[in-house]
């Protein structure tokens, strides 16, 4: 239960800047709808009882219609919905209507997961923003159709594919720990139901040093230690189990020594053994996998899995490998070795789009895929 | 103009046959060309789809009654299982049961009565909308037993076009059943007029002639873009023609244009003819001569025009541009007021009434309690702002039970419990039937109302897993589903009794004075013996309550001034 923050009975928490001129809007048709639901009963109750059958009582004569009273009961309504109309819309203006110096966020979705990529290129997972500052949103989708709502913000927007969709909204509440549901409201498939993240509102100088810290884990973290971050964080195991048990894709708890073994075996009845060779090294396909799913599909699983071409870097890449290793006590000493490469000071991760101009180039370049 | 002076007859035919009678053997109902045993056969078949769709709903509803996954310890095949059950019920329900509900089964019984005709304009057409039904829903049966569909029954690309459950065979079998719906489009349009009787103007006609009329115009303009629509995602599919898929260059909202410039008016398919209902019903059980005739009929019509001007308010967060938005949120908004006039008539028919609490006044009270819900919800949807936040969440769900199962199911119940007797010949028992609407009234409030607060405080629609703070709303939600699925139980034993044991009934239980009433219950083969003059359709006070026979008798001393000239040109005293 979101116990700290004040629900009301019908609407949750208000949380951006708009939530509560949307709340007005739905109060006023409340009464509107309250004021004739009342009408319809009443009138209803007291007719039944009033002129219920009887014995020996007939029905009164009465007019069969009257030309005044039925243009009132349309003409109070046309003028009532009328207003209705102009009051939602001004509304919608609103929620539509981004400020000019809002901060851009791409928001990318896929099966069963969110990416929400950074101006300098880092992706997350759930949304981290700052308070009190206008975000817009860049909304694309890696595969069908995904919805981003945020309750508490009054916030919905089609993520479609093939398509740029905006949102914005400016957070008004700090929630750093619990933080915001994000859910996806367009059904998607098997894991609809839990393609479910987070949003984090921050102080504005929290922020800063939550992104600086997030995108710059090289020599923070370990290959391993962002590996495990990186398999929660980036929806990985919505699909792929830790424990060998079988989910939407296969499991990654052995994966590295299937791989190396060349055990892995594909709808077309291959093996991996059979595509190893110096040149295209277990790493390779691993690489691969991550970033063109189509390339080859694994026996007993449907093709699910989306790109992350552009999303996880060549560091992530290795973070993850190491990270799979670690899961196998056979390969977990070679797991405590990798280190990746360091980047300069100075410098952007290697995904960064140029300027973080994320409405003129928003999937970012392509980073070198695996080469075939 | 042959204005002739009229004394109502009742010309109850003298030989005992009548049309469950006329003729033995399965081939004689399979084969018949009578439109009222066709409408029993689409009874069968219609009611055998709503007892599908509502397992599949109490299914779901128990899924739902914990947060996590309920049926299941595999979390991913429980969720697959959850996404089939609604898909399944969803398509179900709307395919096999609510569009074609009303107009297949009471239209097809009670319009060619209306009309004091033999049978409908096409009698040969009739019966190949039927067999093309049963062509549509043995597809959905294949669906079932093959891997059964996950899509929802929205069919949204590029989902239903990447999915693995068996989205081809379902789509088929929904072109195949638009195909019924077009052809009994046509068969009544043809009938209404070709065949209403002399003294039948168009503004003598039934309100449920005018309800079925508007409802055959949206059927016969509307559905083929169905079928255009699903032919061609069945092309994407099969044969990876790009129309809707981003990757071969087509646009997936597109494909929600098309399928709601259908499935909107496809709405009013499932609503108008229950507002026909419920106006003979409001009008027949107040003892009065309905309220506002023109403004009713007119609205009827209204509604269907109407109807095909609002299907961008399926598309408010889609990315359709603003100006879009606003102008289908404005036209949305106009559709409301037909509704509104009705409503106010049928309380304005109880007014001075004498106000007779049989069954199917219960059921048009309930539709009239529930239609309220259901419209004045539709409010919150219609305004743009407030539909950003509730479009996709339960919110919608709630309020689309409301007008599509609280209203349209209520209003066939109501229209199920009129004709009983003229169907079947047997009466039911009043006490558990009644019993049986209370109970089915409160366990769908039970059900529903919780739905709206799940989706204001923002529970997304579609979810086999939600998040723990929604439990007590959906936990409430299946409690009430049972209560709803006793009640609907308890309707089934009380017809089922009433076909067993029921008391004959008599032609005229009710003192309705359309042209049905005017034959024997249940009718002969021919309907009447003769062509019967048809005068004001809401006169009741031509019938009077005979309490010792247990029926309404026509007075001795009324009469009234008829034009013999109106009615469908061709169509005589004979």
């Not at chain 1, 479910?196 to 290959?223: C, I």
């Not at chain 1, 699910?304 to 390969?331: C, H, R, W």
């Amino acid at each position: 239960m979101l116990a700290q923050f004040d629900n009301s009975f019908w609407m949750p928490t208000q949380a951006s800047s708009y939530a509560g001129r949307v709340d007005w809007v739905f109060y006023f048709i409340l009464t509107i709808a309250a004021f004739f639901f009342v009408l319809i009963t009443v009138l209803m109750v007291v007719f039944v009882v009033r002129y219920r059958r009887r014995e020996g009582q007939e029905p009164q004569r009465s007019a069969h219609h009257n030309m005044r009273l039925e243009l009132t009961w349309t003409i109070i309504p046309l003028i009532l919905v009328v207003f209705i109309f102009v009051v939602g819309f001004r509304g919608y203006m609103d929620i539509v209507t981004p400020p000019a110096n809002a901060y851009e966020i791409l928001v990318i979705g896929q099966k069963w997961s969110w990416a929400f990529q950074y101006p300098n290129g880092y992706v997350d997972a759930n949304l981290h923003v700052p308070v009190d500052r206008p975000i817009q949103l860049i909304l694309t989708s890696r595969d069908v159709i995904h919805s981003l709502y945020v309750p508490a913000f009054r916030l919905k927007k089609d993520v479609v594919p093939g398509r740029y969709n905006r949102a914005w909204f400016q957070a008004t509440q700090v929630n750093d720990t619990e933080g915001f549901d994000l859910f996806c409201a367009e059904y998607c498939g098997t894991s609809h139901s839990t393609m479910v993240a987070k949003v984090f509102v921050h102080e504005p100088t929290d922020f800063a040093r939550w992104l600086e810290e997030a995108s710059q884990w090289e020599g923070r973290m370990t290959p391993v230690q962002r590996g495990s971050q990186l398999v929660t964080q980036r929806g990985c195991t919505q699909c792929h189990s830790l424990d060998g048990s079988i989910n939407i894709g296969p499991s990654f708890k052995d994966v590295w020594d299937r791989t190396v073994q060349g055990k892995t075996t594909f709808r077309d009845g291959s093996t991996l053994a059979s595509l190893l060779k110096p040149d295209y090294t277990p790493e390779q396909y691993i690489a691969e996998s991550i970033y063109r799913p189509d390339a080859r599909h694994v026996a007993g699983f449907s093709p699910a899995m989306p790109s992350y071409l552009g999303q996880i870097s060549e560091n992530d890449v290795t973070a993850l490998i190491a990270y799979f290793k670690s899961l196998d006590p056979k390969y977990k000493a070679e797991a405590e070795a990798a280190t990746v490469a360091q980047p300069a000071a100075e410098t952007q991760p290697a995904v960064s789009p140029a300027g973080g101009a994320a409405d003129t180039q928003p999937a970012g370049p392509e980073p070198a895929g695996p080469e075939s | 103009m042959s204005i002739a002076y009229i004394r109502p007859e009742l010309p109850i035919s003298a030989s005992k046959d009548n049309y469950l009678t006329h003729a033995r053997g399965v081939l004689s109902w399979l084969l018949t060309l009578d439109h009222k045993r066709i409408a029993i056969m689409y009874m069968v078949g219609i009611l055998s789809s709503f007892l599908l769709g509502g397992v599949f709903a109490l299914l779901l509803r128990t899924e739902l009654i914990t947060p996590g996954p309920t049926f299941m310890s595999d979390p991913v095949a429980n969720r697959n299982f959850y996404n089939q059950m609604f898909t399944l019920h969803g398509a179900v329900m709307t395919f096999l049961f609510i569009i074609p509900g009303i107009p297949a089964i009471i239209g097809n019984f009670v319009l060619p009565l209306m009309l004091g005709a033999k049978d409908v304009a096409f009698p040969r057409l009739n019966l190949a909308s039927l067999y093309l039904w049963l062509f549509g829903a043995v597809f959905f049966v294949i669906v079932l037993f093959t891997g059964g569909l996950d899509t929802g029954w929205t069919f949204y690309t590029p989902y239903s076009t990447e999915t693995v459950t068996r989205v081809i065979p379902a789509t088929f079998g929904a072109f195949i059943l638009g195909f019924s719906s077009i052809l009994t489009g046509v068969n009544f349009v043809a009938s209404i007029h070709m065949l209403r009787p002399p003294g039948m103007s168009w503004f003598r006609m039934p309100l449920l002639l005018w309800a079925l009329y508007g409802t055959a115009i949206i059927q016969i303009l509307a559905t083929p873009v169905l079928a255009i629509t699903l032919l061609l995602l069945i092309a994407e599919r099969a044969l990876g023609v790009g129309i809707f898929d981003p990757k071969l260059g087509g646009d997936p909202v597109l494909y929600q244009h098309f399928f709601w410039f259908y499935s909107h008016p496809a709405v009013y398919i499932m609503i108008l003819p229950a507002m026909g209902v419920i106006s003979e019903v409001i009008s027949v059980f107040s003892r009065k001569h309905i309220f506002g005739y023109s403004f009713i009929a007119g609205s009827s019509i209204a509604i269907a025009m109407l109807s095909f001007l609002v299907w961008g308010h399926h598309m408010f967060v889609s990315g359709q541009s603003n100006l879009a938005s606003a102008i289908f949120s404005l036209l949305t908004f106009s559709v409301s007021i037909p509704s509104a006039i009705k409503v106010f008539n049928w309380l304005a028919t109880m007014y001075k009434g004498s106000i007779w609490l049989q069954t199917p006044m219960l059921y048009a009270l309930g539709f009239i309690l529930l239609f309220g819900i259901g419209g004045l919800t539709g409010l919150f949807l219609g305004a743009l702002a407030t539909d950003v936040h509730f479009h996709d969440t339960y919110f919608i769900v709630a309020h689309f039970h409301y007008v599509m199962m609280g209203s349209t199911l209520f209003a066939f119940l109501a229209g199920i419990h009129y004709w009983w007797p003229k169907m079947f010949g047997r009466m039911y028992d009043e006490f558990w039937s009644k019993a049986a609407a209370v109970i089915v009234f409160f366990g769908f409030n039970f059900t529903f109302m919780p739905q709206f607060v799940a989706g204001s405080q923002g529970m997304p629609r579609r979810y086999a897993e939600y998040m723990p703070q929604y439990t007590i709303y959906n936990q409430i939600s299946t409690v009430g589903s049972y209560i709803l699925a006793v009640g609907l139980v308890l309707v089934a034993v009380v017809w089922v009794h009433s076909l067993l044991r029921g008391r004959k009934a008599p032609a005229n239980p009710w003192g309705g004075n359309t042209l049905e009433w005017y034959t024997a219950s249940p009718p002969p083969h021919d309907n009447f013996e003769r062509t019967p003059i048809a005068g004001d359709p809401y006169r009741l006070d031509h019938w009077e309550y005979d309490a010792k026979s247990r029926q309404f008798v026509l007075r001795e001393d009324v009469g009234e001034a008829v034009d013999l000239s109106a009615g469908s040109p061709g169509r005589t005293l004979g």
